[in-house]
């Protein structure tokens, strides 16, 4: 945290790479609360935990919150709704449990955790009250106070449950031998990476062999179905151009949205933080001594940005130089505030003590508050105002076009392209496959070119260049092509296998003239091939753009001198031979120690936390307690 805008926010653990909401670097919370459902299964239901259920309302409410956020791609949604749907169902199930069990969250835990984290709800001893409280929650983490403080009391819930579940694991003295020579065995390589596609160039298939691959897989060369449709298209970029919007109208936007155009009392500052959370008396003093140093060095010239890249230990801004950006009144602590907005631009403070830590703050630049005056903004309204503008004149002419295409069955696209001034084109043939860059590649268009019968009008499809109207052009019927037809999709096919072929008895030849007693250098470069030699690495390192530690791990039971198999790759292959092997220095365990078990016993605890969360899933579905409906969540990804 820091004396600034607190940039540790809560927000919402959605697995798929998972945002963890983190409070003060060490409070885990989950979704948003719903309300509790109970009763009869409905359609809307995706799965029932006892006598609660999650909807598919519940999901479409996390993904919308995410959304407002971050865009999710629609692909993608389907993904996020299954892992939203396993949150909330493993969230339910631990209310379940905790029920069974008789494990509860106190009013009290509640209430010293809230302290913990929100310390500025508390004056000395003494309750802020509600109505400051209420606005500290909502300015801090955009939450109401009920939904905070659930959010609270299911962080502890789960934390009782983690305790219980890992309190008796501990790290016995092989597992961290173990883990000590997994971090600290290097091996230097010297590699090559023979990689099929490097390899297409230079092939060239016979006559011979292109026409009996096209007669061995005749089958898989089917030609489809394609169309060609000629295309009227309602520009929206065009009628953009075309409009002209007055400075009266832009007035008029102007004072609708007056608010967004006021500035409030503002200072752009950057700070060095030194924290002194949950440190003693004497540690605090020995911080002081520190900040107290850095400050001496900003006041003589030293360049603050430098200063607090080195020194600040607010994660959110060190790397940006210690640099907040604007801030405004209400927005941070008290101590921090008044003094930033007492200093003149260029001007560093003394030390400023908040319950962060020390900060050492520094002005660039002040604002007054003021309302930002219409010529200064007017253009930055013209451009959205023109978009509005464009999108329902485009919107009320795709009205009429479909009302006129409705009225009569015999309306041609040329005559309405005439009388609406819309763009005339046609389409290349294109199967149901294939892109159709031309009309921005929707997914719409296609679906409509084949359902379109002949002589039809589509109605106005909307995509990303505004409405288009099809109509069909010509049509070539699915047949069995001839060699000729599909002759480069052949040459490209039979090109491919050939690669990777050659590509596996490269590695192998490479393997054997290196064993054989060649130089690995001059072997491969007798291959044709880029002999390379990687940094030291350990298993969890890497050879950037070739091959993880992991993927290499037999690399690590092989002497210096000795050559690997060849490592496939996926289509690629990776022959390597061991140019340097460091083993682990045992006189650095010790050093290690501490940080090897820490590693090596939240791994663990982690596993066994996951363990349980699987057992306990299991279990509720053998009980009949856990019901699950996942082909409730075929909406979600979909343009239905």
């Given at each position: 945290m820091n004396g600034a805008k607190d940039k540790s926010k809560l927000g919402y653990r959605i697995l798929l790479g998972a945002v963890v909401l983190v409070l003060g670097g060490s409070m885990l919370l989950y979704l948003v609360p719903q309300a509790p459902t109970s009763g009869e299964v409905s359609t809307d239901t995706v799965a029932k935990?006892?006598?609660?259920?999650?909807?598919?309302?519940?999901?479409?409410?996390?993904?919308?919150?995410?959304?407002?956020?971050?865009?999710?791609?629609?692909?993608?949604?389907?993904?996020?709704?299954?892992?939203?749907?396993?949150?909330?169902?493993?969230?339910?199930?631990?209310?379940?449990?905790?029920?069974?069990?008789?494990?509860t969250v106190s009013d009290q835990e509640r209430a010293d955790r809230i302290r913990q984290y929100l310390p500025t709800a508390f004056n000395g001893g003494s309750f802020v009250?509600?109505?400051?409280?209420?606005?500290?929650?909502?300015?801090?983490?955009?939450?109401?106070?009920?939904?905070?403080?659930?959010?609270?009391?299911?962080?502890?819930?789960?934390?009782?449950?983690?305790?219980?579940?890992?309190?008796?694991?501990?790290?016995?003295?092989?597992?961290?031998?173990?883990?000590?020579?997994?971090?600290?065995?290097?091996?230097?390589?010297?590699?090559?990476?023979?990689?099929?596609?490097?390899?297409?160039?230079?092939i060239t298939p016979s006559d011979a062999e292109i026409k009996a691959a096209y007669e061995k897989n005749k089958s898989k060369y089917q030609v489809p179905e394609r169309r060609s449709v000629r295309y009227a298209l309602l520009d929206v970029n065009q009628l953009r151009q075309g409009l002209q919007i007055s400075d009266d109208m832009l007035k008029e936007q102007y004072q609708a949205n007056i608010q967004q155009y006021q500035v409030p009392n503002q200072v752009h500052v950057q700070h060095i933080l030194f924290r002194t959370v949950g440190k003693t008396d004497a540690e605090v003093e020995e911080v002081s001594k520190k900040a107290e140093d850095v400050l001496k060095q900003a006041k003589e010239g030293a360049k603050f940005d430098e200063l607090a890249k080195k020194y600040s230990e607010d994660p959110g801004s060190k790397d940006k130089g210690g640099d907040l950006s604007w801030i405004h009144q209400g927005q941070t602590v008290p101590e921090f505030e008044k003094t930033a907005f007492s200093l003149a631009p260029g001007q560093i403070s003394d030390l400023v003590k908040t319950q962060y830590g020390f900060h050492i703050i520094k002005v660039l630049e002040k604002q007054t508050a003021h309302t930002k005056p219409f010529e200064e903004v007017k253009d930055s309204i013209r451009a959205p105002l023109l978009l509005t503008q464009a999108d329902k004149q485009a919107s009320d002419t795709a009205d009429q076009l479909s009302a006129a295409i409705r009225r009569s069955n015999k309306v041609s696209l040329d005559d309405l392209a005439k009388q609406y001034h819309l763009t005339l084109g046609e389409t290349r043939p294109v199967s149901a496959a294939d892109s159709l860059l031309e009309l921005g590649n929707s997914q719409d268009i296609k679906d409509a070119i084949f359902r379109l019968r002949p002589a039809e009008l589509s109605l106005p499809i909307r995509t990303d260049r505004g409405y288009v109207i099809l109509s069909l052009k010509a049509v070539q019927p699915a047949h069995q092509s001839t060699l000729e037809e599909v002759r480069d999709r052949v040459i490209s096919d039979l090109k491919r296998e050939q690669s990777i072929t050659l590509a596996k008895s490269k590695a192998d030849d490479l393997v054997r003239r290196v064993k054989g007693g060649r130089k690995f250098d001059a072997a491969a470069k007798a291959l044709g091939l880029e002999p390379k030699t990687s940094d030291s690495f350990a298993r969890d390192g890497s050879i950037p753009g070739a091959a993880s530690g992991k993927q290499l791990g037999a690399a690590f039971n092989l002497k210096q001198g000795d050559v690997g198999a060849p490592l496939n790759l996926g289509q690629n292959w990776l022959v390597y031979r061991i140019a340097e092997k460091v083993e682990a220095n045992p006189a650095n365990f010790e050093a290690q120690k501490k940080q090897l078990t820490e590693e090596v016993l939240q791994s663990k605890r982690d596993l066994a936390y996951?363990?349980?969360?699987?057992?306990?899933?299991?279990?509720?579905?053998k009980e009949g307690k856990l019901k699950l409906m996942p082909e409730k969540l075929k909406s979600f990804g979909t343009l239905g």
């Open positions: 935990v006892g006598d609660e259920s999650v909807s598919v309302q519940d999901i479409r409410k996390q993904l919308d919150q995410i959304e407002r956020n971050n865009q999710v791609p629609r692909p993608l949604e389907g993904l996020y709704a299954q892992q939203i749907l396993q949150q909330l169902v493993f969230q339910k199930e631990i209310e379940y449990e905790a029920k069974r069990l008789g494990i009250g509600i109505d400051q409280y209420t606005a500290q929650v909502q300015q801090r983490f955009q939450l109401t106070v009920p939904v905070f403080e659930e959010l609270i009391r299911q962080s502890l819930l789960e934390e009782k449950f983690r305790k219980l579940v890992t309190d008796g694991i501990s790290v016995g003295p092989a597992e961290l031998q173990d883990e000590f020579r997994f971090k600290n065995e290097k091996v230097k390589l010297d590699y090559a990476v023979i990689k099929p596609e490097e390899l297409e160039a230079k996951k363990a349980f969360q699987l057992a306990l899933n299991d279990r509720l579905k």
